[in-house]
């Protein structure tokens, strides 16, 4: 059972084919996010925003303003989220790592924790505040601050697998993965950034389906679970 996680949401839990920011699926993602909540787990989140805007999509624009603008992003995906957590109970708080002060508050790794412990969902947005870096990176960096007992990484996959098994039928499904596994095998977890960081301060990561979040708030066995233990 986690006392306090960090969870990370990507863009395309809280969009649709029709819409980049669809409100439908982002009460769905906010009724998820509540039963974690009602379990009495202390919840952080870092929103992605690729469901708007991804840096790395780059051609001839500057990667750094692209990148802006995908923290941006993050940003209305964290306002949105905030806006259903509190239409269905759930007090909230929205972080940016950018001041953003006429919208929400600036991070502080203090600041969080106190509202943590206050009983609020902590949701983080802007990313890192750096160009470079990815939101999963952001995830593992705020969870390293505020503590988290781990990183659970909600997908639209029910863990990680040894190739796409949408494409691959022999695709291996693992329950358990070292650092250095993912990384050795180049395993589609995270990116290289967050599962260094994470292996350097030994943080679990949890990856799993995000329509399973009840099961991991119960504290079940679910999807695959990254850490230094060998097997
Ligand atoms: N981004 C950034 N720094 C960060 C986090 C995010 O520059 O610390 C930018 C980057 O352009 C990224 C975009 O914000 O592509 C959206 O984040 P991400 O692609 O991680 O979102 P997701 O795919 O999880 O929805």
Do not use: W
Request: glycine share 6%; aromatic share 4%; with cysteine.
């Amino acid at each position: 059972m986690y006392r306090r996680v960090l969870l990370k949401i990507s863009g395309e839990a809280l969009s649709s084919t029709e819409r980049p920011v669809c409100f439908e699926k982002i009460e769905k993602t906010a009724l998820d996010v509540k039963k974690l909540h009602d379990a009495g787990i202390q919840v952080g989140i870092v929103t992605g925003g690729g469901n708007i805007m991804r840096g790395r999509d780059a051609a001839e624009q500057d990667r750094s303003r692209m990148d802006n603008m995908g923290m941006l992003a993050t940003a209305i995906n964290a306002l949105a989220l905030q806006d259903c957590l509190i239409r269905i109970g759930v007090p909230t708080v929205v972080m940016s790592a950018v001041a953003m002060n006429r919208f929400c508050e600036e991070f502080t790794a203090r600041g969080a924790v106190q509202a943590l412990e206050d009983g609020k969902v902590v949701l983080f947005a802007a990313g890192s505040g750096c160009p470079y870096f990815s939101t999963d990176t952001a995830a593992s960096l705020r969870a390293l601050e505020i503590q988290a007992d781990a990183l659970l990484l909600a997908k639209n996959i029910d863990a990680v697998y040894s190739a796409d098994p949408k494409k691959d039928p022999n695709a291996k499904r693992y329950s358990h993965l070292t650092y250095q596994k993912v990384l050795d095998d180049r395993l589609q977890a995270t990116d290289l950034t967050a599962i260094t960081l994470c292996r350097e301060q030994g943080l679990p990561i949890l990856v799993f389906a995000l329509k399973e979040i009840e099961r991991v708030a119960a504290g079940e066995t679910v999807g695959t679970r990254i850490d230094n233990v060998e097997a």
